[in-house]
């Protein structure tokens, strides 16, 4: 599934924007995203990139999920 992603000093200031008007209060408001929207792997790509490092991923059981869930107690 394709998500939108944001870059933070985006979201921030949108937010920042939105805070600091009163008429913006008590409504519904959509920051603009990134398009066309990219997959978890696409942004990891990306990072491993702008970062200079190969990029090393894995795919995370259902199995080894629940195991380290219990281990952090979040079951």
């Not at 805070?19 to 929207?37: G, I, K, M, R």
């Amino acid at each position: 599934m394709k998500r939108r992603l944001q870059p933070f000093w985006d979201a921030a200031a949108g937010l920042r924007l939105l805070a600091t008007h009163p008429e913006s209060f008590n409504q519904v408001w959509h920051l603009p995203t990134a398009s066309p929207p990219i997959d978890g792997h696409a942004f990891m790509e990306a990072a491993a990139e702008a970062l200079g490092v190969p990029l090393r991923a894995a795919t995370l059981q259902w199995w080894m999920f629940r195991r380290l869930s219990g281990i952090f107690g979040l079951r």
